[in-house]
């Protein structure tokens, strides 16, 4: 007899349900489990991830904010590290001073009359307009900051004052302004400092609210290095805010110095001559650059108008003549006859034309028009110049030899817009040189391509000519005009600029040094180079040169001038470069660029500058190399 098989009523119910509605019980799939399963792991993984992000990114900041909430904190700021020129002569210093913080936990716990009264007296002590603080606090994300700076730099008169006030909110802390020894000579190339904005929060999570960050040049550029890390004061509390009278300090690490290549002397002297030249002509706008071709090191560099780094004023962010613009990496110029030199070196490269082959110019070069002959196109050149081969063509600056050597003309075969491309890419013309200042721009090089997409126009042997004299669409920033002459002075090698040659701990100990980085080699071209700087010898020692002022400085120096219309031709840039010493016994140790905007007299303006820096760094600088 078989056993009798167990009843269970469930089943039998579930059973008769599934029966009346016609439908059979169907066990889960395994891949609806493995769907599950894959989904759980998904989420774990991406929870995971979204942890690690936090914790990599946003770490040290909730760490902070952790501390913060059991603590109240009194930052002491490190020293921002000092900056020095070639010579080790010191360009900034950190004077102490005093600024007023607001705790802004404290302050909130406040009625509504304390806290008016308090930003009442606070306003009037501290010479701020009515409300400003309130427009401050009513800006501050509470999750990230629990203290403003009120001001800095307080008088001792306002120090008392906000001392017996005895707001327990309200704390003067120790404090320090950056000062600048030299102030408008070197404004471009330091930069200035101020207080950390929205943006650079945003851009950088080291940073933290009321830091002191670099806004502008060497400053900017190398902010983390000068920085140094902020020490603190934690006086700890308990869950009321009552201190609990423990506390820790955390020492401040003080910042990086910096030693640059600048020759602070140089540098000075370079801009009286300017500021000096500028004044006697009128005008505002221009720039000014030295280097040493063997090396990238950058000598001296400086922008016009300057301005006061101790001293911001509302007018400096307002001017029409914008004073914070940085001209010599960020302007962007026709280059003028100064890009001459570059296209002979190509015209020689190319087989296009021999050094001693003569082209003549009356003073103009007529391209037949094809539709009425009696009414040719008319290229005109500065001046009447005669036979001149490619020495007197860079001395003279012959408009009409260039035209035919860039564009061609009847027998005379022409490099052509491609050519011209490929030699200005290969002198670096298309893109940054990397100098270690911020904000720097390319120029345009334009092509057949790039006009009609610009412009809808196609592209005509005329354009060709102007871009081989350096007009028309050409376009090129100062840093790259000056390292592409650099190339020419030295036989074919550009470096890439400097301005910081050395990095060094609080201690003194060497954290990094600059070693010359050599862009790109173009000595293959040297024996073109060798005759291009014979040309712009003779424009020196030549009566008929261009820079003939320069004949009787006490080394000889090879140069270029550089005329660029602007503003619909109503408008000139004096463009002066030159190098030396320039003989075959020595090796060229500067090469300057001069830049004059609306220059009454074109780039004859540009020349006596030049002279008076050239001689006093022979006088000064070389000389002494040589004794």
Known sequence: MSKKEEFFLEESVLDDMSQSFNSLEVPLSKKAFNFITAIALIIAFVVFLRISYLDLKDGKFYQARALANMSDITVIPAQRGLIFDRSGNSLV???PSFKAVLNVADFFQKSDIEKKNELKKLEDILNLPENQIQEWLSAINLEKQNSVILARNLTIEQVAEIKNLNYKDVTV???YNRNYTYTDAF????????IVSENDLKNNNNLELNDIVGK??????????LRGKNGAIYDYRNAKNQSIGENSTVEPENGDNLYLSIDKDFQNYFYQSMEAQLAKLGRTSGAALAMNPQTGEILALMSFPSFNPNNITTADLTSQAKP???RAVSGVYSPGST???LVATAALTENIISP?????SPGYLDVPNPYNPNKPTRFLDWQYQGWVNLYSALAKSSDVYFYEVGGGYENQKGLGIDKLNDYWKKFGLDQKTGIDLPGEKTGLLPNPQEKETRVGQPWHLGDTYNVSIGQGDLMVTPIELLDYISAIANGGKIYQPYIVSKITDSKGDIVSETKPKLAADLTYMSGAIAEVQKGMIEGTQESYGTSYMLKDLPFLVGAKTGSAQVALNTKENAFFVGYGPADSSSSPQIVILILIENSKQGS???????NDVLKWYYNNRLSKKTN
């Open 93 to 95: 210093s950190n004077v």
């Open 324 to 326: 914070l613009f940085d």
């Open 604 to 610: 004859l303006n540009a020349v006596p500058v030049a």
């Open 356 to 360: 001693s082959d003569q082209i003549f």
């Open 187 to 194: 404004s471009h190339v330091l930069g200035y400092t101020g």
């Open 173 to 175: 802390e120790n404090d």
């Open 339 to 341: 890009i001459k030199p």
């Open 216 to 225: 502008a040049g060497i400053e900017s550029e190398y902010d983390q290095q």
